[in-house]
């Protein structure tokens, strides 16, 4: 859960903060009060406790302005809250809709299901007591997709840490200077493989590994990460500051490996 909504003082500070950016450096603190609905007395006790966290400096009195520090604060908290939002609208779906899913047997139009993810895909099934439900909307044989109304509840995810693996890049020796023996054991288990370039992708081609991604990798890597699957991503390492901006930015969990081979110069 976001910070800002674990507790009442972390939003009123993010709300004073906004208000601060927005109108520094002559905001008055009677009108943040005003507009937040809150006491004059703990705007000044926020301000305060916000100074000293290095937030807020006040050039002179009853001015406020806002530092470098706040407004990262301000910027992380929106990006936690807009992940959080997207978790919200993914994985509760609205009882008006209509979804569609893969019938894990057949189905009678108005039978109740319970659905679930497995290997990323949307099932529905017969467990009815745990997770999201719905009904059909048609009938369905074992395999077939069929569409799902009136759903109820929270579809289980289990967002998995996605490994970034490097490669040198072609200037670097490309795909000659991998050590192969620790590819293969990185790509063993794997669910989901993306390639982000030239290099990566021909490393893969050399163990006959198949390339789940090649074109928009980046965002099939995340969007198979966020349904549950253990997932790689291959790059060279002119490239990784490009892939943790983005998977920052999604606030996705990741961890950087190197198949690299150091043993000579290229």
Known sequence: MPILLKNKKNSTKFQILVEIASNQPNIKQKDISKKLEITPQAVSEYIREMVDEGFVYSPSKGKYNITKEGTDYIISSLNDLKSYT????????????????????DMNKGDEVGLYLKDGILYAGTNVEDGATGVTVCD????????????????RMDIKEITILLVPSVKNGGSRMVD??????FVKGKDFISAYDLESY????????????????VASVCDAAE?????????????????????NRKNLKYKVESVIDEGEDF
């Open 86 to 105: 997207k978790e919200i609208l993914d994985n509760v779906v609205r009882s008006i809709d209509v979804s569609a899913a893969i019938a894990s047997h």
């Open 140 to 155: 369905a044989l074992k395999g077939e997709d069929v569409g799902i109304s009136e759903i109820k509840g929270i579809i």
């Open 180 to 185: 192969y023996k620790k590819l293969k054991n």
């Open 202 to 217: 021909a490393s893969l081609k050399k163990i006959n590994v198949n390339v789940n991604s090649f074109f928009g990798s």
């Open 227 to 247: 349904h549950g699957l253990e997932s790689l991503f291959i790059c060279t390492n002119d490239n990784i500051i490009n892939i943790i901006n983005e998977l």
